[in-house]
């Protein structure tokens, strides 16, 4: 049985200037979710030393962590579906309108 490789010439649409910036807003991502990681171990730190001190700094956390991550997972969204349909212009155009 002889395998063949289809080779595929898709035409992608975005620019190397596009890719390269959501390249960074992904890299940026990165780093907010690497900040909020050491958050959440500083209240974990928190919780061993002082209770009242974990609340309050898990309430202020939690209300922070959550609008930042609803605003992070629509941005996710958008880069996802740029580069998933980065080769069907009916589709990327329809996004700008």
Avoid: P
């Amino acid at each position: 049985m002889t395998i063949t490789k289809e080779t595929s010439s898709q035409q992608v649409l975005l620019s190397a200037k596009k890719i390269a910036e959501l390249g960074n807003e992904l890299t940026d991502i990165m780093n907010i979710l690497k900040m909020s990681n050491l958050a959440l171990e500083g209240l974990e730190f928190s919780l061993q030393e002082d209770t009242t001190t974990f609340l309050w700094l898990a309430k202020k956390y939690i209300d922070t962590a959550y609008a930042q991550n609803e605003n992070l997972c629509d941005r996710l969204n958008e880069i996802s579906f740029l580069l998933l349909n980065n080769d069907n212009a009916k589709e990327l155009e329809a996004q700008h309108e």
